[in-house]
């Protein structure tokens, strides 16, 4: 389980936030641009570091402002940003087997992903959504505990967005991994969630309220 109650002093407002995402849950932090869902999962991750408290996962403190900012690389999560953030100059398979031990386990995800063919590709050869599969394959190279997806489907067009969806909703049964997603769609909000937490102004509000 992952376990979130933090404080981060932002420009315009404080991020004040406090929730929990289970095993079996995708969550899904909604609302509107510029609310501090993005921060949220850069404090998750450890890319932003909140101003006050505590972030747990499975009961590992990965961060406490007065003890503990575990780096990066050792928090064990899956990160997949907006625009993908694919490295350009390496191909499809470069780019999911960068950092690992086991290139098996990398043939074996572009297999599960049905992006083998993309093998030699580079990211400007490919389409949006063969762009989000690379990055979702890279996310989850590392094999983590916590899978975090920042606006993964807002550049894809309808139907590519609607395999995306099914797509998630296949991994997250299959993988049994917590995933917190960001999204200004409610309609996508309630189709991928077991529970939606709607950010506003850096404050959290459960449930949505009405739009």
């Given at each position: 389980?992952?376990?979130?109650?933090?404080?981060?002093?932002?420009?315009?407002?404080?991020?004040?936030?406090?929730?929990?995402?289970?095993?079996?849950?995708?969550?899904?932090?909604?609302?509107?641009?510029?609310?501090?869902?993005?921060?949220?999962?850069?404090?998750?991750?450890?890319?932003?570091?909140?101003?006050?408290?505590?972030?747990?996962?499975?009961?590992?403190?990965?961060?406490?402002?007065?003890?503990?900012?575990?780096?990066?690389?050792?928090?064990?999560?899956?990160?997949?940003?907006?625009?993908?953030?694919?490295?350009?100059?390496?191909?499809?398979?470069?780019?999911?087997?960068?950092?690992?031990?086991?290139?098996?386990?990398?043939?074996?995800?572009?297999?599960?992903?049905?992006?083998?063919?993309?093998?030699?590709?580079?990211?400007?050869?490919?389409?949006?959504?063969?762009?989000?599969?690379?990055?979702?394959?890279?996310?989850?190279?590392?094999?983590?505990?916590?899978?975090?997806?920042?606006?993964?489907?807002?550049?894809?067009?309808?139907?590519?967005?609607?395999?995306?969806?099914?797509?998630?909703?296949?991994?997250?049964?299959?993988?049994?991994?917590?995933?917190?997603l960001v999204t200004h769609s409610k309609?996508?909000?309630?189709?991928?969630?077991?529970?939606?937490?709607?950010?506003?102004?850096?404050?959290?509000?459960?449930?949505?309220?009405?739009?």
């Amino acid at each position: 389980m992952l376990t979130v109650d933090i404080q981060k002093q932002l420009s315009h407002f404080e991020l004040t936030t406090s929730f929990t995402v289970a095993k079996d849950e995708i969550v899904v932090l909604f609302g509107p641009s510029g609310s501090g869902k993005t921060t949220i999962l850069n404090c998750i991750a450890g890319l932003s570091k909140p101003t006050a408290g505590q972030i747990t996962l499975h009961n590992r403190v990965l961060f406490d402002h007065k003890r503990v900012n575990v780096p990066i690389q050792q928090r064990n999560i899956g990160y997949l940003f907006q625009a993908y953030a694919l490295f350009p100059h390496l191909t499809a398979w470069e780019n999911i087997a960068y950092g690992m031990k086991s290139q098996p386990f990398a043939e074996h995800l572009m297999e599960e992903l049905g992006i083998v063919h993309l093998k030699e590709q580079y990211p400007h050869e490919i389409s949006g959504g063969e762009k989000q599969r690379v990055a979702i394959a890279r996310a989850l190279a590392t094999e983590p505990e916590l899978l975090l997806l920042d606006e993964p489907f807002s550049a894809l067009d309808d139907e590519t967005k609607e395999k995306g969806h099914r797509e998630l909703l296949r991994l997250h049964e299959q993988w049994e991994i917590p995933i917190l997603l960001v999204t200004h769609s409610k309609a996508e909000a309630e189709k991928l969630s077991n529970r939606i937490l709607y950010v506003n102004e850096g404050q959290l509000i459960e449930p949505t309220p009405s739009m």
